[in-house]
């Protein structure tokens, strides 16, 4: 990944460029286990050059699709929900509060329908209009905004305005998606008339675990367990693990052929270990399901050079994941940004109150060992520390 960084541009690679935004993930989360400024540094160049470059709209923010050249100048005009989802996470990971309060506005403004909390799947290109300054604009007709909604996009929105600390959002966003798209046993539909495929389900999954993990009720991990089943059982490889493209016997997918993809399989890993991660059984299958998923597309990596960067994070998820139990949610923000992959169980955990105040604390779990209470968020970085020492 260091060879194909640009140093004077940020970014990867020569022109067209790209977001790669995974791999801009990848560089955050990894800055932090590692404890590497340098790889900090990189992925916060690249998100400084693009949202000071042409490929953001300065205007009315958000981003471009993509650049035709090398410094971020000349974009692609097409603004897509898709890509956007992965960036607001990662101006999230990296502290850019200013671009990720433009870019979510520009999302909110735009894209989202206020009744539903739901958002449009892109809005057109047209380079005379966004050659405009804020006064022109106000004057003539923005371009088309296609108003169809994705699932998987809808879903990855969400998990992104999560880490965002966007929960009063994602929460309306996630009961609309769920309320249009789930069907419990059935899994989730793909967009209004159009069956589901396996990135609709794998990012709801996820969006469901996480919903938990903020907070926002039980309920969502019966439907993550649900979700989980259902992937297993249409989807599924029981021989070789790992998940097909769409469901067995549905005509959805490329060209009829059943293939296993990486990203998809990916996200699921990730989410299947976070919910093993949460339920804490030693008979869950859920682990092994998302080892399996990893092994199935373990060859394509070298063939996908960054665009696999989605599998590196889900990859280093297997032996880095940490649990820690606290209803604060100070705490829960301290673990997170001490341990990106860390587990939040918010359903709180005995003996995890101060005595004399009201006070609740945190337990951190490595695996079956967990450390003894904690109550500041200095003390919940120290105790991550401890038990990731632990778990290696």
Request: glycine fraction near 8%; charge should be negative.
């Amino acid at each position: 990944m260091k060879s194909a960084y640009d140093p004077e541009y940020g970014g990867f690679g020569n022109a067209p460029k790209f977001p790669q935004a995974d791999a801009i993930l990848l560089l955050l989360e990894q800055s932090v286990l590692r404890s590497d400024e340098e790889l900090r540094r990189m992925a916060v160049h690249t998100l400084e050059q693009m949202t000071g470059g042409g490929t953001y709209d300065h205007v009315e923010g958000g981003f471009f699709r993509y650049s035709t050249t090398q410094d971020w100048s000349v974009p692609h005009f097409e603004k897509m929900l898709e890509d956007h989802a992965p960036l607001v996470h990662a101006l999230a990971l990296s502290g850019m509060r200013d671009a990720l309060e433009k870019t979510t506005g520009y999302l909110d403004a735009v894209l989202r329908d206020p009744k539903t909390g739901l958002y449009a799947g892109s809005q057109d290109a047209d380079e005379h209009y966004y050659a405009m300054d804020a006064e022109e604009r106000t004057q003539t007709p923005a371009p088309y905004v296609d108003r169809r909604v994705y699932t998987s996009w809808n879903a990855a929105l969400a998990v992104a305005y999560l880490e965002a600390e966007k929960r009063e959002v994602a929460a309306k966003l996630l009961d609309s998606l769920f309320k249009r798209a789930y069907r419990r046993g059935d899994g989730m539909t793909h967009s209004e008339g159009a069956g589901g495929q396996l990135g609709d389900q794998v990012w709801s999954l996820w969006a469901a675990v996480r919903a938990f993990q903020h907070g926002l009720g039980d309920q969502w991990m019966t439907v993550a367990a649900d979700l989980a089943a259902h992937i297993e059982e249409r989807y599924g490889d029981s021989q070789l693990g790992g998940y097909f493209d769409r469901a067995g016997g549905d005509e959805l997918g490329r060209l009829g052929e059943r293939i296993k993809p990486l990203a998809e399989n990916s996200i699921a890993a990730m989410a299947l270990i976070e919910l093993d991660t949460l339920l804490g059984d030693p008979s869950s299958p859920h682990r092994e399901r998302a080892r399996r998923a990893l092994e199935s597309v373990a060859a394509l990596p070298r063939q996908y050079g960054l665009m696999a960067a989605v599998f590196a994070r889900a990859l280093d998820r297997l032996s880095h994941a940490i649990k820690v139990t606290t209803k604060n949610p100070e705490l829960a923000r301290a673990a997170r940004a001490a341990q990106p992959y860390a587990v939040i169980d918010p359903s709180g955990a005995p003996g995890a109150r101060r005595a004399h105040t009201e006070q609740d604390g945190a337990v951190v779990c490595a695996g079956t060992i967990c450390l003894a209470p904690v109550f500041t968020p200095t003390a919940v970085a120290e105790a991550i520390r401890e038990a990731s020492t632990t778990r290696a």
